[in-house]
C-alpha cells in the first residue's frame, strides 16, 4: 500500500541523538552523549520498600484507572515544594501531573500552536523542545543569547514587530545545552518586558536543584504578575526517569485545556508510579537524594572541566555551568562537530554536535557533553580521546587552509 | 418588580414550546434592570462547555457595554437555578470573569461589572498589570477540545457513593496484588537501576517478545520491530490520527462509536464520517456508498464486542471491509480492547489476522484484563507504520514507564496474565449474567436491550418519552450512573439510549442498581404523563 502520513509527519526525522544512543548501548563506548541521569544513584532500596507499601495499602487504587489530573496527594506535594523552592504560588489544582517533561513540552505545542505561529526561544535550545513543537509546524526564531541569559533589547525588538508569538520557550536554569543559567538581573529585565505583551513564557526547569555552588536565583514564575508563566517540571533529573512523571503547572483556566489534551493523548499517567514518588516523598527525605546527586555530579563536572583544560588544544571555549548535566563546547569556526563526532566513534567515544540544538541557525562548530552519566576515570579516558580526535583536526584543517 | 436594585428574570424554557423555532434545547435567560437587558442562551447540545457558554455572553455584554459598570449581577446561587445549571457552573463563570477583571464582588453590594479593561497604555497605568487572556492565545486544536468527558466518567466512577455503571474497567476486587508485590520485588533487587532508568522508546524489546507470542495467540504474525509499547491504548489513537490525519481529512468511523475515539478526531481536525452498524456490525453497504464520493484517510473500527454496542462484525464482513479497504487504499485501525473477553460463542479471527497486504494497524491493551492503572498498551502495524509511531512517541512522551513494561514482561512469561484472564472471563460472565437478570426483573415497557457475547457492555434503547438528560439527573439523585448513549456519536443526534457497563460496580450491587435505575425510568414516563395533563406549553415568568 501506498501510505499517506499526515503532512506534519514529513517535518519528524529521526534525531540524531536517537541514532546516538543506539550507538552507545554497546557498553565500550564512552558516552557523553545521551542525558542521562547516573543509575548507581537510584534510590533502589528505597523504592521496593516504597512500592511494597503502596500496593499493600493501596493496591487496588494504585492498579486501576486514576483521574485525568493525577494523584492529588501528588500534586500537593509538588505545589508545595515548588512555592518552598521556586517562590511560587500554586496550589494542588494547579498541577496537572504528565508522563514526563517531554509530554508537558508536547500539549504546550498542541495547546497554543497553529501552522505559521511564532515560537521565540533561547539560541541554542533544547532539542526535543524544538522537536516536540516542531509537529504543531510553528516558525521559530531564536532570541540571541549570551551566558547570562536572553539579550533583552533583542528580545524587545522581536515582541514589538513580529506577529502571532504565541510563547517564549526558556531553560533559564542549567540550560540544556549550554549549561549557562541566567543571571537575576536578566531575568528581573526579562519579566518587566514580557508582561506588557500578551505573551505566554514556558519555564521548563528540569535542572534548577541540581546546583552545585551559589545562590537559587528567582524562578521566572516568582516574578510573574500577569500569570503568562506555565512551569514544566520533572522527577527525571531529580529521582528516576524510568517512571516517567513529571508535571505542567499554570494558571486553572489554562490547566483546563492540558487536561482536555492529556485525557486524549493518554487518559492519565500510571497510577503505581505517581503514588511510589509520593510515598516515597512521604517516607523518605527527597532534598538528602537530590544532595546525593548533586555532589556525584560536582565530582564530575569538576573532573571534566580540569580534563579539559589540561588537554583540549588551546582556541576552544567551553561553559563552566554551576550545576546540572551539560557543559558546551565552542570550537574554531573551521572545525563541524559533527565530523569530530563521526571520528570519535572510531576511539569510542560519543558526544552530541551541536548543530540540533539550533532550530534555525546551525552553529556548526558546537557540541554537547554530559558528565551525569560516566564515571570519572572513564570522563577522564573520553576527554583525553577527544582531545586526541580535536587535535587532530587542528592538524589537518590548519594545514589544508595554509 | 421593577425597582432600584432589582431585576426581573424571565425564562423561557424553549425546550417544551413550540412556539420559538430554535434547536430543541435551548434556554433563554433575561434580568432586567430598568432598560438594561442581560440575557444567556444555552446551548445543551453544544461542545462548548456550559460555564464557557455563560462566560463569553457575560464577556460580550460587557466589553459591549450593554451591561455597564456598576450593574449588579444576580447572585451565584440564584443564576444556576434559573439556567438550570449546576451552581458550580457559574461559579466558574463568574470566576473566570473575575480574573479577566470584568466582574467584582463587593461585600454589601454582590457581584457587579466593573469597567470594561481599557486598552493598555503604559504611561497612564504603569502599576496595573491585567491578567493575561489566555483564550486569544490557544491554538485551533486547544479549541476544537472542549469536553471533559472521560475525566468527568473517571471522576463519577471512581466516587465511593455511588453504583456506577459507567467505566469500561473491572470490578476492583481481584487484581492479582501478591503476584505483583513479588515480582516487582524480586525484579527491583536485580534489576532495579535498569528498571528506573529510561529505556526505548520502542519499548522494552522482552515484552515486544512476549506480546510477539500473545499475538500469535491472536492469530496474528508480527516479529518484535512490528510492535511498540505505548502508555495504553487511548495513546495508540491519539498517535495515530497525529501521524495519519491532517485538518480536514476525512475519518469514517462506526456509529455510534467509542467517544474518546472520536474525540480524537476531532482535535486533530478531522472530518468524521460514520457508518451506522447492525447486529452484524459495520454496514458494509452503507461505507461502500460512502466511499464513491470520499477518500477518507483512515477507517476506525472496533470490530469485537465494540464500544457502545457491544456487537462483534461477523467474519463475511470483516472481509469485506478488508477488500474495501485495499481496493480504495485505506489504512484500517483495529481497535481491539475487548477480543479475549468471549463468554459463548467461538473467537472470530481480527482483521489483522485476515490481513494480507499490512493494511491494519493492530491496537490493543491490557487494561481490561489487568492493571490498567500502569497504563499498558501496544501497537502491531508495518514495519515503516511502527518507525513513523516511534517518532511520534518520542516527541509524545519519550517511552512507557520502564517498571510497567518490565512487571507485564514477567507476567506474561510466568502464567500470571494466562491466569487472570481467565479468572476476568469468570467474573465478568457472572456479572453480565446477573445485569441479565436484573434487568428481565425490573425492566419497563420500550426499554430493550441486547445480551453481549463478550466485552463490558450492555446497550440500552429506553422508551421514547425517557430522555436521557432527565435521566443522568434521577439516576444520579438515586446515585446511580451510567454513560448516555449520545457522546457515542459525533454529530447531534436525538438518541435515547444509555450504556450500562456490568463489569465496573462489585456484583452485589448489581441487582440494586439495575433497580434503582428503572425506578428513575418510571419516575420519568410519570412526570411525562402529569406534564401532558398539565399542557405544559406556556411561557411563564418565574422570579
Given at each position: 500500500m501506498a501510505i499517506t502520513f499526515a503532512n506534519r509527519i514529513y517535518g519528524m526525522k529521526s534525531s540524531e541523538i536517537r541514532e546516538l544512543l543506539k550507538l552507545t548501548e554497546n557498553p565500550?563506548?564512552?558516552?557523553?552523549?545521551?542525558?542521562?541521569?547516573?543509575?548507581?544513584?537510584?534510590?533502589?532500596?528505597e523504592m521496593i520498600q516504597v512500592?511494597?507499601?503502596?500496593?499493600?495499602?493501596?493496591?487496588?487504587?494504585?492498579?486501576?484507572?486514576?483521574?485525568?489530573?493525577?494523584?492529588?496527594?501528588?500534586?500537593?506535594?509538588?505545589?508545595?515544594?515548588?512555592?518552598?523552592?521556586?517562590?511560587?504560588?500554586?496550589?494542588y489544582d494547579n498541577i496537572l501531573i504528565t508522563s514526563g517533561s517531554q509530554q508537558g513540552l508536547d500539549f504546550t505545542g498542541k495547546i497554543f500552536l497553529n501552522e505559521g505561529d511564532v515560537v521565540l526561544c533561547e539560541s541554542p535550545t533544547y532539542l526535543a523542545a524544538i522537536n516536540a513543537f516542531q509537529a504543531y509546524m510553528p516558525r521559530f526564531i531564536e532570541v540571541p543569547t549570551d551566558s547570562s541569559g536572553m539579550i533583552i533589547g533583542e528580545l524587545e525588538k522581536l515582541l514589538e514587530t513580529t506577529d502571532n508569538i504565541k510563547f517564549i520557550y526558556i531553560v533559564p536554569?542549567?540550560?540544556?545545552?549550554?549549561?549557562?543559567?541566567?543571571?537575576?538581573?536578566?531575568?528581573?529585565?526579562?519579566?518587566?518586558?514580557?508582561?506588557?505583551?500578551?505573551?505566554?513564557?514556558?519555564?521548563?526547569?528540569?535542572?534548577?536543584?541540581?546546583?552545585?555552588?551559589?545562590?537559587?536565583?528567582?524562578?521566572?514564575?516568582?516574578?510573574?504578575?500577569?500569570g503568562q508563566v506555565i512551569c514544566l517540571g520533572t522527577f527525571s533529573k531529580t529521582f528516576c526517569p524510568g517512571l516517567r512523571i513529571g508535571w505542567v503547572a499554570a494558571e486553572t483556566n489554562l490547566l483546563e485545556k492540558y487536561i482536555l489534551v492529556k485525557q486524549s493523548a493518554d487518559l492519565h499517567t500510571s497510577s503505581l508510579s505517581q503514588r511510589s514518588i509520593a510515598q516515597y516523598m512521604d517516607s523518605y527525605d527527597f532534598d538528602a537524594n537530590i544532595d546525593k546527586i548533586k555532589a556525584v555530579y560536582k565530582k564530575r563536572r569538576d573532573i571534566m572541566l580540569k580534563t579539559i583544560e589540561e588537554e583540549f588544544p588551546k582556541g576552544i571555549s567551553f561553559t563552566r555551568p554551576a550545576g546540572g548535566l551539560f557543559l558546551w563546547v565552542v570550537l574554531p569556526e573551521h572545525i563541524d562537530a559533527k565530523e569530530v563526532a563521526a571520528k570519535s566513534i572510531v576511539y569510542n567515544v560519543a558526544f552530541v554536535p551541536g548543530e540540533s540544538f539550533f532550530p534555525n541557525y546551525k552553529k556548526k562548530n558546537t557540541l554537547r557533553l554530559n558528565y551525569s552519566n560516566m564515571p570519572e576515570d572513564r570522563i577522564v579516558e573520553g576527554i583525553k580521546r577527544l582531545a586526541i580526535v580535536l587535535k587532530d583536526f587542528y592538524f589537518h584543517s590548519s594545514s589544508s587552509n595554509e | 418588580m421593577e425597582g432600584k436594585n432589582k431585576y426581573q428574570l424571565v425564562v423561557l424554557n424553549i425546550e417544551k414550546h413550540d412556539i420559538i423555532k430554535l434547536d430543541g434545547t435551548t434556554t433563554t435567560y433575561y434580568t432586567k434592570r430598568g432598560s438594561d437587558i442581560m440575557r444567556i442562551i444555552l446551548n445543551k447540545n453544544s461542545s462548548v462547555p456550559m460555564y464557557l457558554q455563560i462566560r463569553n455572553q457575560m464577556r460580550d455584554m460587557i466589553l459591549e457595554g450593554i451591561l455597564e459598570p456598576g450593574f449588579r449581577l444576580p447572585s451565584e446561587r440564584k443564576l444556576a437555578e434559573t439556567l438550570g445549571v449546576n451552581r458550580s457552573t457559574v461559579l466558574n463563570a463568574y470566576r473566570d470573569l473575575k480574573a479577566d477583571d470584568l466582574i467584582g464582588s463587593h461585600i454589601g453590594k454582590g457581584t457587579v461589572v466593573i469597567m470594561p479593561p481599557i486598552p493598555i497604555n503604559r504611561d497612564r497605568m504603569p502599576q496595573k498589570v491585567s491578567k493575561l487572556p489566555w483564550t486569544q492565545l490557544l491554538g485551533e486544536c486547544a479549541l476544537r477540545m472542549q469536553q471533559p468527558l472521560v475525566s468527568d466518567i473517571l471522576k463519577t466512577a471512581n466516587r465511593k457513593d455511588v453504583i456506577s455503571f459507567a467505566a469500561g474497567f473491572l470490578a476492583q476486587t481481584h487484581d492479582p496484588v501478591e503476584e505483583l508485590l513479588e515480582a516487582q520485588s524480586r525484579l527491583l533487587k536485580d534489576y532495579g537501576s535498569t528498571m528506573l532508568q529510561y529505556s526505548a522508546t520502542q519499548g522494552y524489546l522482552p515484552l515486544r517478545e512476549s506480546i510477539t507470542d500473545l499475538m500469535q495467540k491472536r492469530g496474528i504474525k508480527a516479529g518484535p520491530e512490528e510492535i511498540i509499547v505505548l502508555s495504553g491504548s487511548q495513546q495508540a489513537i491519539d498517535l495515530t490520527a497525529r501521524i495519519f490525519i491532517d485538518p480536514?481529512?476525512?475519518?469514517?468511523?462506526?456509529?455510534?462509536?467509542?467517544?474518546?475515539?472520536?474525540?480524537?478526531?476531532?482535535?486533530?481536525?478531522?472530518?468524521?464520517?460514520?457508518?451506522?452498524?447492525?447486529?452484524?456490525?459495520?454496514?458494509?453497504?452503507?461505507?461502500?456508498?460512502?466511499?464513491?464520493?470520499?477518500?477518507?484517510?483512515?477507517?476506525?473500527?472496533?470490530?469485537?464486542?465494540?464500544?457502545?454496542?457491544?456487537?462483534?462484525?461477523?467474519?463475511?464482513?470483516?472481509?469485506?471491509?478488508?477488500d474495501i479497504a485495499y481496493k480504495y487504499q485505506i489504512p484500517i485501525l483495529e481497535d481491539d480492547p475487548y477480543g479475549e473477553l468471549r463468554y459463548d460463542g467461538d473467537h472470530l479471527p481480527t482483521l489483522k489476522a485476515l490481513d494480507q497486504h499490512g493494511y491494519v494497524i493492530y491496537a490493543s491493551t491490557f487494561s481490561k484484563i489487568m492493571f490498567p492503572g500502569m497504563r499498558i498498551g501496544w501497537v502491531v502495524a508495518e514495519r515503516e507504520v511502527i518507525r513513523q509511531f516511534v517518532l511520534a512517541k518520542q516527541m509524545a512522551d519519550l517511552h512507557t514507564n520502564t517498571l510497567g513494561q518490565w512487571i507485564m514482561d514477567d507476567f506474561l512469561r510466568s502464567n500470571v496474565f494466562a491466569k487472570r484472564l481467565k479468572t476476568v472471563i469468570g467474573e465478568n460472565i457472572e456479572s453480565r449474567n446477573l445485569m441479565i437478570k436484573a434487568l428481565k426483573q425490573y425492566a419497563v415497557e420500550g426499554f430493550e436491550w441486547q445480551v453481549p457475547e463478550g466485552g463490558l457492555y450492555i446497550w440500552c434503547h429506553l422508551p421514547q418519552q425517557v430522555d436521557t438528560e432527565r435521566l443522568i439527573v434521577?439516576?444520579?439523585?438515586?446515585?446511580?450512573?451510567?454513560?448516555?448513549?449520545?457522546?457515542?456519536?459525533?454529530?447531534?443526534?436525538?438518541?435515547?439510549?444509555?450504556?450500562?457497563?456490568?463489569s465496573s460496580p462489585p456484583k452485589r450491587l448489581i441487582n440494586t442498581g439495575i433497580r434503582l435505575l428503572m425506578e428513575a425510568v418510571k419516575e420519568i414516563i410519570e412526570e411525562e404523563k402529569v406534564n401532558h395533563y398539565l399542557g405544559n406549553d406556556e411561557i411563564k415568568p418565574i422570579l
Amino acid at each position: 500500500m501506498a501510505i499517506t502520513f499526515a503532512n506534519r509527519i514529513y517535518g519528524m526525522k529521526s534525531s540524531e541523538i536517537r541514532e546516538l544512543l543506539k550507538l552507545t548501548e554497546n557498553p565500550e563506548i564512552i558516552s557523553f552523549a545521551g542525558g542521562a541521569p547516573a543509575p548507581e544513584l537510584f534510590p533502589v532500596q528505597e523504592m521496593i520498600q516504597v512500592t511494597e507499601k503502596v500496593l499493600r495499602e493501596s493496591g487496588e487504587q494504585a492498579l486501576q484507572y486514576g483521574t485525568t489530573e493525577g494523584f492529588n496527594p501528588l500534586r500537593e506535594k509538588i505545589a508545595e515544594r515548588m512555592n518552598r523552592k521556586f517562590k511560587t504560588n500554586f496550589a494542588y489544582d494547579n498541577i496537572l501531573i504528565t508522563s514526563g517533561s517531554q509530554q508537558g513540552l508536547d500539549f504546550t505545542g498542541k495547546i497554543f500552536l497553529n501552522e505559521g505561529d511564532v515560537v521565540l526561544c533561547e539560541s541554542p535550545t533544547y532539542l526535543a523542545a524544538i522537536n516536540a513543537f516542531q509537529a504543531y509546524m510553528p516558525r521559530f526564531i531564536e532570541v540571541p543569547t549570551d551566558s547570562s541569559g536572553m539579550i533583552i533589547g533583542e528580545l524587545e525588538k522581536l515582541l514589538e514587530t513580529t506577529d502571532n508569538i504565541k510563547f517564549i520557550y526558556i531553560v533559564p536554569d542549567f540550560q540544556n545545552p549550554s549549561g549557562n543559567s541566567w543571571s537575576i538581573e536578566r531575568r528581573q529585565q526579562f519579566m518587566n518586558v514580557v508582561k506588557d505583551y500578551d505573551v505566554a513564557v514556558i519555564e521548563d526547569n528540569p535542572y534548577s536543584e541540581i546546583r552545585f555552588e551559589g545562590e537559587m536565583p528567582p524562578s521566572m514564575k516568582s516574578m510573574d504578575e500577569k500569570g503568562q508563566v506555565i512551569c514544566l517540571g520533572t522527577f527525571s533529573k531529580t529521582f528516576c526517569p524510568g517512571l516517567r512523571i513529571g508535571w505542567v503547572a499554570a494558571e486553572t483556566n489554562l490547566l483546563e485545556k492540558y487536561i482536555l489534551v492529556k485525557q486524549s493523548a493518554d487518559l492519565h499517567t500510571s497510577s503505581l508510579s505517581q503514588r511510589s514518588i509520593a510515598q516515597y516523598m512521604d517516607s523518605y527525605d527527597f532534598d538528602a537524594n537530590i544532595d546525593k546527586i548533586k555532589a556525584v555530579y560536582k565530582k564530575r563536572r569538576d573532573i571534566m572541566l580540569k580534563t579539559i583544560e589540561e588537554e583540549f588544544p588551546k582556541g576552544i571555549s567551553f561553559t563552566r555551568p554551576a550545576g546540572g548535566l551539560f557543559l558546551w563546547v565552542v570550537l574554531p569556526e573551521h572545525i563541524d562537530a559533527k565530523e569530530v563526532a563521526a571520528k570519535s566513534i572510531v576511539y569510542n567515544v560519543a558526544f552530541v554536535p551541536g548543530e540540533s540544538f539550533f532550530p534555525n541557525y546551525k552553529k556548526k562548530n558546537t557540541l554537547r557533553l554530559n558528565y551525569s552519566n560516566m564515571p570519572e576515570d572513564r570522563i577522564v579516558e573520553g576527554i583525553k580521546r577527544l582531545a586526541i580526535v580535536l587535535k587532530d583536526f587542528y592538524f589537518h584543517s590548519s594545514s589544508s587552509n595554509e | 418588580m421593577e425597582g432600584k436594585n432589582k431585576y426581573q428574570l424571565v425564562v423561557l424554557n424553549i425546550e417544551k414550546h413550540d412556539i420559538i423555532k430554535l434547536d430543541g434545547t435551548t434556554t433563554t435567560y433575561y434580568t432586567k434592570r430598568g432598560s438594561d437587558i442581560m440575557r444567556i442562551i444555552l446551548n445543551k447540545n453544544s461542545s462548548v462547555p456550559m460555564y464557557l457558554q455563560i462566560r463569553n455572553q457575560m464577556r460580550d455584554m460587557i466589553l459591549e457595554g450593554i451591561l455597564e459598570p456598576g450593574f449588579r449581577l444576580p447572585s451565584e446561587r440564584k443564576l444556576a437555578e434559573t439556567l438550570g445549571v449546576n451552581r458550580s457552573t457559574v461559579l466558574n463563570a463568574y470566576r473566570d470573569l473575575k480574573a479577566d477583571d470584568l466582574i467584582g464582588s463587593h461585600i454589601g453590594k454582590g457581584t457587579v461589572v466593573i469597567m470594561p479593561p481599557i486598552p493598555i497604555n503604559r504611561d497612564r497605568m504603569p502599576q496595573k498589570v491585567s491578567k493575561l487572556p489566555w483564550t486569544q492565545l490557544l491554538g485551533e486544536c486547544a479549541l476544537r477540545m472542549q469536553q471533559p468527558l472521560v475525566s468527568d466518567i473517571l471522576k463519577t466512577a471512581n466516587r465511593k457513593d455511588v453504583i456506577s455503571f459507567a467505566a469500561g474497567f473491572l470490578a476492583q476486587t481481584h487484581d492479582p496484588v501478591e503476584e505483583l508485590l513479588e515480582a516487582q520485588s524480586r525484579l527491583l533487587k536485580d534489576y532495579g537501576s535498569t528498571m528506573l532508568q529510561y529505556s526505548a522508546t520502542q519499548g522494552y524489546l522482552p515484552l515486544r517478545e512476549s506480546i510477539t507470542d500473545l499475538m500469535q495467540k491472536r492469530g496474528i504474525k508480527a516479529g518484535p520491530e512490528e510492535i511498540i509499547v505505548l502508555s495504553g491504548s487511548q495513546q495508540a489513537i491519539d498517535l495515530t490520527a497525529r501521524i495519519f490525519i491532517d485538518p480536514g481529512d476525512v475519518v469514517i468511523v462506526e456509529e455510534p462509536s467509542f467517544f474518546s475515539a472520536l474525540q480524537v478526531f476531532q482535535s486533530v481536525g478531522a472530518k468524521i464520517m460514520s457508518v451506522p452498524i447492525d447486529s452484524n456490525g459495520m454496514r458494509i453497504d452503507f461505507l461502500e456508498s460512502l466511499l464513491s464520493r470520499v477518500k477518507p484517510k483512515l477507517i476506525y473500527t472496533i470490530p469485537t464486542f465494540q464500544n457502545p454496542s457491544g456487537t462483534v462484525m461477523n467474519i463475511k464482513r470483516r472481509r469485506q471491509l478488508l477488500d474495501i479497504a485495499y481496493k480504495y487504499q485505506i489504512p484500517i485501525l483495529e481497535d481491539d480492547p475487548y477480543g479475549e473477553l468471549r463468554y459463548d460463542g467461538d473467537h472470530l479471527p481480527t482483521l489483522k489476522a485476515l490481513d494480507q497486504h499490512g493494511y491494519v494497524i493492530y491496537a490493543s491493551t491490557f487494561s481490561k484484563i489487568m492493571f490498567p492503572g500502569m497504563r499498558i498498551g501496544w501497537v502491531v502495524a508495518e514495519r515503516e507504520v511502527i518507525r513513523q509511531f516511534v517518532l511520534a512517541k518520542q516527541m509524545a512522551d519519550l517511552h512507557t514507564n520502564t517498571l510497567g513494561q518490565w512487571i507485564m514482561d514477567d507476567f506474561l512469561r510466568s502464567n500470571v496474565f494466562a491466569k487472570r484472564l481467565k479468572t476476568v472471563i469468570g467474573e465478568n460472565i457472572e456479572s453480565r449474567n446477573l445485569m441479565i437478570k436484573a434487568l428481565k426483573q425490573y425492566a419497563v415497557e420500550g426499554f430493550e436491550w441486547q445480551v453481549p457475547e463478550g466485552g463490558l457492555y450492555i446497550w440500552c434503547h429506553l422508551p421514547q418519552q425517557v430522555d436521557t438528560e432527565r435521566l443522568i439527573v434521577k439516576a444520579e439523585e438515586k446515585k446511580v450512573v451510567f454513560v448516555p448513549g449520545k457522546i457515542f456519536y459525533s454529530g447531534y443526534v436525538e438518541s435515547n439510549t444509555i450504556r450500562l457497563s456490568f463489569s465496573s460496580p462489585p456484583k452485589r450491587l448489581i441487582n440494586t442498581g439495575i433497580r434503582l435505575l428503572m425506578e428513575a425510568v418510571k419516575e420519568i414516563i410519570e412526570e411525562e404523563k402529569v406534564n401532558h395533563y398539565l399542557g405544559n406549553d406556556e411561557i411563564k415568568p418565574i422570579l
